[in-house]
């Protein structure tokens, strides 16, 4: 097992749509995945796509958080380290939601990307069975944006015109003051209500 230098936004194999991968079982993907998760693990990224290790196959990893997943919408379940060979997304319904997301190969850095709410996924796991499951939430924002990776499709190209994009630390930030300003407003009201009920 080894941990892998992650490749940053401007590296061509992060734009190059990733190869399918001919056997799930064979020892060279399944060392491959071992390092992919020591990698994303210490990097403390959700998930990692092969072609973010320089890697251009068609392989994710990714887990979710119980505790994001009910934050951001999902049954609060989380979804344990899921191994994806040759995934194919299908979209469900139109619904749709915006919402924040980063990427270990664009370090530092958020914006708020459009994602379809519902979605189907089927894959090959490394024991060469099937995988298919419906997602809601942060799982199908989460596999949306691994499986846009092995299309050579990097978050940022996905911010629409009125979506937020900068350094996480600024954009955290400006949503507390954001946040601060608005509960202040919030009782700047409550507080002319009181008055008027006064009057
Ligand atoms: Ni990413």
Not at 45 to 61: F, I, N
Not at 156 to 163: A, D, E, N, V
Request: proline residues 6%; negative net charge.
């Amino acid at each position: 097992m080894a941990i892998l230098k992650i490749a940053r936004m401007g590296h061509p194999v992060l734009s190059a749509p990733a190869h399918p991968v001919e056997d799930p079982e064979a020892p060279a993907i399944r060392a491959l995945v071992a390092d992919m998760i020591e990698t994303m693990d210490d990097a403390d990224g959700t998930g990692l796509a092969a072609p973010q290790v320089h890697v251009p196959l068609r392989v994710v990893v990714f887990f979710v958080d119980p505790e994001r997943d009910a934050r951001e919408g999902g049954d609060g379940e989380g979804v344990a380290l899921t191994v994806l060979i040759n995934p194919e997304i299908e979209l469900l319904g139109d619904e749709t939601k915006v919402d924040w997301e980063g990427c270990l190969s664009v370090p530092q850095m958020m914006g708020e990307v459009e994602r379809h709410t519902h979605i189907r996924y089927r894959a090959t796991g490394l024991d060469g069975k099937p995988i298919e499951r419906d997602a809601h939430g942060f799982h199908a924002r989460v596999v949306q944006h691994e499986c846009d990776h092995l299309d050579g499709i990097l978050y940022p190209s996905r911010i629409g015109g009125q979506g937020r994009f900068g350094f996480s630390d600024e954009i955290v930030r400006a949503i507390s003051e954001e946040k601060a300003q608005a509960a202040y407003d919030a009782a700047g009201e409550d507080s002319e209500t009181e008055n008027q009920e006064d009057a």
